[in-house]
């Protein structure tokens, strides 16, 4: 990014509108009435080399003044106008709504929100953390700071409501210490190969019986229905259920992992030995064997 003496993105936002207008002039040469690439293709082309371009820094140079931060809303209605194939009178909200394409200024506020709840879910030492917090620059009405500026979209948008788990976990027990469970993908694999229903049923039921017929079967699962979430865990041999309601709007593999963390609080509060936990989500099931997850690796350091 281009840092001018006065931080005014002058400099930047020039930058950029050059770099756009050069992969401009080659959506120009793809698009045809006739012939060349269609309109998906072409907007393909402007989210991958002109607005990943546009939203990179977005949430620092979105503060400057309004004539710079027009000649991006410029770019953005020139590279609509040729996606869409409409003449150069039409006007740019309408080159929006077909294009499916929010505003930048909108885009924007977006992008500072979610690099906003980012920074809610870090540790306190996070160098980046303290711009959201209060300080006496923001009692400046003249000083316009992101921290100032994210603190009014966020109370404005009602995200102060929310809680936003942590990004990085810090379990009280280290993680290279504590037993590694053994994650069996075998009927996964069977069925990868085979595809005939009736046999996989037949087969799983072998397997586990063979591989597992001593130990206590645990079964997991949860779904979702109009964003509504629900877990269910169930214990064939002493003939226990438990079903719980979490929140709405959930993930389904959250929920599973979920699932799979409530049958773990079942073992350890009824005292089994051994016991087998069967679960149909192939990804819960992989995040647990790698000891990661990209979305909740608070619920994978949970089950470990």
Not at 41 to 65: P, Q, W
Not at 84 to 113: F, H, K, W
Not at 279 to 285: F, I, M, Q, Y
Request: glycine residues 6%; charged residues 25%.
């Amino acid at each position: 990014m281009w840092l001018d003496s006065k931080l005014s993105w002058k400099e930047h936002i020039d930058k950029i509108v050059n770099k756009c207008k050069r992969v401009l002039n080659i959506m120009k040469c793809m698009a045809g009435q006739e012939w060349g690439a269609d309109r998906r293709a072409l907007k393909t082309v402007y989210i991958a080399m002109i607005r990943s371009v546009l939203d990179y820094g977005s949430m620092a140079y979105g503060l400057a003044a309004k004539c710079h931060l027009v000649k991006l809303d410029r770019i953005q209605a020139q590279a609509l106008r040729i996606c869409c194939g409409a003449y150069i009178t039409t006007p740019i909200a309408s080159l929006q709504v077909e294009a499916n394409e929010m505003p930048l200024d909108i885009r924007r506020q977006q992008l500072m929100a979610v690099y906003w709840s980012n920074l809610k879910s870090q540790d306190a030492v996070h160098p980046t953390k303290k711009v959201i917090e209060s300080c006496w620059e923001q009692g400046l009405m003249r000083y316009k700071s992101f921290g100032s500026t994210v603190t009014g979209l966020i109370s404005e948008m009602g995200l102060y409501e929310y809680k936003c788990f942590a990004r990085v976990i810090h379990p009280h027990i280290p993680l290279w210490i504590i037993p590694c469970p053994k994650v069996d993908l075998t009927l996964l694999e069977m069925r990868e190969k085979d595809g005939d229903k009736a046999m996989e049923v037949i087969r799983a039921r072998e397997y586990i019986n063979i591989k597992y017929g001593n130990n206590t079967l645990i079964f997991t699962d949860a779904s979702r229905s109009g964003g509504r979430v629900g877990v269910a865990v169930y214990v064939p041999k002493i003939q226990m259920k438990k079903k719980v309601r979490i929140t709405d709007q959930l993930a389904v593999y959250t929920g599973e992992m979920m699932a799979i963390l409530l049958a773990v609080q079942m073992i350890k509060e009824i005292e089994i030995r051994e016991a087998v936990i069967c679960s149909d989500s192939s990804s819960a099931l992989v995040s647990i064997s790698n000891h990661q997850s990209k979305t909740r690796p608070d619920l994978v350091t949970g089950i470990l």
